[in-house]
């Protein structure tokens, strides 16, 4: 069966966002590492530079929370690209993707409102809602075809 435009998009939208979800978990693995270095080297580095402990744990807890939240949000773009993959090559399965895609695309606006409002914003962020709104826009057609 030959697969429509849409179903072509969504199989490349599908393969970025396992791309971007492996390097996400990467990225959440060095994160938790990251919080453990400075659990540990900062009790005595941060006695030195004036810092309390309660502050080095609680930017040990910081990093971890942030590491856990990149983690979870990396493993929901693994298995929304995988399956957009399946509804790619069937589209009367896609469903579960427009449902993901729209939760994925409420997150990326949260992620950058709460940004905004941190004075934290990055630009990866809108590559984010970027991709996310690809996804649902993509679904959306899919599912209205069929």
């Known amino acids: 069966m030959e697969r429509s435009g849409s179903q072509k998009a969504l199989l490349v939208i599908s393969i970025i966002e396992i791309v971007f979800g492996v390097l996400g978990i990467i990225a959440g693995i060095a994160g938790f590492a990251a919080g453990g270095m ?23 807890g910081a990093f971890s929370l942030i590491s856990g939240i990149i983690l979870l949000t990396s493993v929901v773009s693994i298995v929304e690209g995988v399956l957009g993959i399946r509804a790619a090559n069937d589209a009367s399965k896609i469903m579960p993707v427009w449902i993901l895609a729209i939760i994925a695309l409420v997150a990326a606006a949260i ?3 709460a940004s905004l409002v941190n004075g934290s914003f990055q630009a990866s962020s809108l590559v984010t809602l970027a991709i996310d709104g690809a996804m649902f826009w993509i679904a959306n057609n899919i599912k209205n075809q069929n």
Do not use: H, K, P
Not at 44 to 60: F, M, P, W
């Open 38 to 60: 400075v659990g540990i080297a900062g009790s005595e580095a941060a006695a030195e530079a004036g810092v309390t402990a309660e502050q080095a744990s609680l930017a040990a």
């Open 111 to 113: 992620s950058i409102i």
